[in-house]
């Protein structure tokens, strides 16, 4: 070619935007094979006709916006994200569809509309260095609409997801405390709202991070080892996950319509626990039927959480309201200062909050709990007979009464301190009498 570089300039442009005009006459064919393309190819943006419907809708706008760029010379930053667009990335967070998948198709409809336009010149453009000017315009054109429109489609994406999620979790929320509150609610809106089926068995959990700081990742640790625990326990589903706060939450882990007979494996259940971190503790309900029993191991769940909550860093990785000592704890639990005055009276000096007073109580209490048997108590404590005796007769002289003497309270405030540790306790500051 003869000319100069402006020449070269106006006559490429000019191709350019001849190509993109000739191509635009067969817009819908185009539109139609890259809206299979994409779907075969992302097949998260698949779904139902109407979601088809507003990706065809996106693509055919967007290649008809990018040929309208280039054929009238309008400037990257003047163009918008056509409205076909924004209502497709609106609609894919409503469903929870990944942002990646997004920007991916339009870097798939990038490729496969620049291999045609450029297949396009070659076809009618008999100068080659016109031809090649033409197809660096195309291809400058292409990528600077991409980056300029994904970056709208996705920021209105991100903006949608986060009203999204914060009006279906008011959804939830409310929906929520009407079925712990007992409210008559239809239950299909209900299991629709939670995302979660009140027909069946449930087993209600209360979960937290005892050393959390607040952070996002420990809300996601605790919803992974839900997950754990329910696998565990044989969920035939999702478990319902609601956070009340940065490390705290309540689930329930779905049972299925048939009644649990087999007992949880505790023992499995914290090894998952403490194997998720240090920190990281959890309260069990027992396995309950239908919308009452939904309610029901929650507030188990809840009972067992308070228990453990008073405890604080005496509390086990996992707390099971099935546990008669924590049923008994949890009723205790509500008048504190009636059980300090309980332990206090019931147990005198063996109340001090030291090691040595404590083995002397778990001790005493296995000993009650065996029906007084030095030998049952041996073996549930694997010490000989003999320690068992010594520790009895040693609890019973601290105390400074007999075991029988007052049986039934003495058993509630051992069962207190065992559970409720030092909120229940005296320290030996106070007490004065130093270790047994």
Same mark, same amino acid.
Request: aromatic share 4%; proline share 4%; with cysteine.
């Given at each position: 070619m003869n000319g100069t570089p402006a020449e070269l300039e106006v006559r490429a442009a000019a191709r350019a935007a001849e190509t993109t005009r000739r191509m635009g006459t067969g817009l819908t064919a185009i539109a139609t094979a890259l809206h299979t393309e994409i779907a075969d190819a992302v097949p998260e943006l698949g779904g139902d006709d109407v979601i088809l419907e507003l990706l065809r809708a996106s693509v055919e706008s967007n290649v008809e916006t990018f040929f309208h760029m280039l054929q009238h010379g309008i400037a990257t930053e003047e163009i918008g994200a056509p409205p076909a667009a924004i209502e497709y990335a609106r609609r894919l967070a409503q469903r929870g569809i990944s942002s990646n998948a997004l920007v991916r198709a339009y870097r798939i409809g990038q490729s496969r509309v620049l291999d045609l336009a450029i297949a396009e010149v070659t076809r009618h453009e008999p100068d080659r260095e016109v031809a090649l000017a033409a197809t660096q315009i195309l291809q400058r054109g292409g990528f600077a609409y991409v980056d300029r429109v994904a970056e709208q489609v996705v920021a209105e994406y991100e903006s949608e997801l986060e009203r999204w999620l914060a009006n279906r979790n008011t959804v939830r929320a409310s929906t929520l405390a009407s079925l712990l509150a007992g409210s008559d609610i239809e239950l299909g809106v209900a299991e629709n709202a939670l995302g979660y089926r009140l027909r069946q068995h449930h087993l209600g959990l209360i979960v937290w991070d005892a050393d959390g700081d607040g952070a996002a990742c420990g809300l996601r640790l605790l919803e992974s080892l839900v997950a754990e625990v329910g696998e565990q326990v044989g969920a035939v589903g999702q478990p319902f996950f609601m956070p009340q706060d940065s490390s705290h939450a309540w689930a329930?882990?779905?049972?299925?319509?048939?009644?649990?007979?087999d007992?949880?494996?505790?023992?499995?259940?914290?090894?998952?626990?403490?194997?998720?971190?240090?920190?990281?503790?959890?309260?069990?309900?027992?396995?309950?039927?239908?919308?009452?029993?939904?309610?029901?191991?929650?507030?188990?769940?809840?009972?067992?959480?308070?228990?453990?909550?008073?405890?604080?860093?005496?509390a086990g990785a996992v707390t099971v309201y099935d546990d008669p000592g924590v049923q008994v704890?949890? *009723?205790?639990?509500?008048? =504190?200062?009636?059980?300090?005055? !309980?332990? $206090?009276?019931?147990?005198?000096?063996? +109340? @001090?909050?030291?090691?040595?007073?404590?083995?002397?109580?778990?001790?005493?209490?296995?000993?009650?709990?065996?029906?007084?048997?030095?030998?049952?108590?041996?073996?549930?404590?694997?010490?000989?007979?003999?320690?068992?005796?010594?520790?009895?007769?040693?609890?019973?002289?601290?105390?400074?009464?007999? *075991?029988?003497?007052?049986? =039934?309270?003495?058993?509630?405030? !051992?069962? $207190?301190?065992?559970?409720?540790?030092? +909120? @229940?306790?005296?320290?030996?500051?106070?007490?004065?009498t130093g270790r047994p």
């Open positions: 329930w882990i779905p049972l299925g319509r048939a009644p649990r007979t007992p949880l494996n505790l023992q499995a259940i914290v090894e998952l626990v403490t194997a998720t971190a240090d920190g990281a503790r959890i309260a069990i309900g027992r396995p309950r039927p239908a919308v009452a029993g939904f309610r029901t191991s929650h507030e188990e769940a809840v009972r067992a959480h308070t228990v453990a909550a008073i405890a604080n860093e005496r704890a949890s *009723i205790l639990a509500h008048d =504190l200062d009636g059980t300090r005055q !309980l332990v $206090a009276t019931s147990l005198g000096r063996l +109340a @001090v909050d030291d090691e040595p007073h404590q083995r002397l109580r778990e001790t005493l209490l296995a000993f009650l709990g065996a029906k007084s048997s030095y030998l049952a108590t041996a073996e549930v404590l694997h010490v000989h007979k003999n320690t068992v005796k010594y520790r009895v007769d040693k609890a019973a002289e601290v105390r400074g009464r007999a *075991i029988d003497e007052d049986r =039934l309270n003495l058993e509630l405030a !051992l069962t $207190a301190c065992r559970w409720l540790g030092a +909120a @229940v306790l005296v320290s030996g500051d106070r007490d004065g």
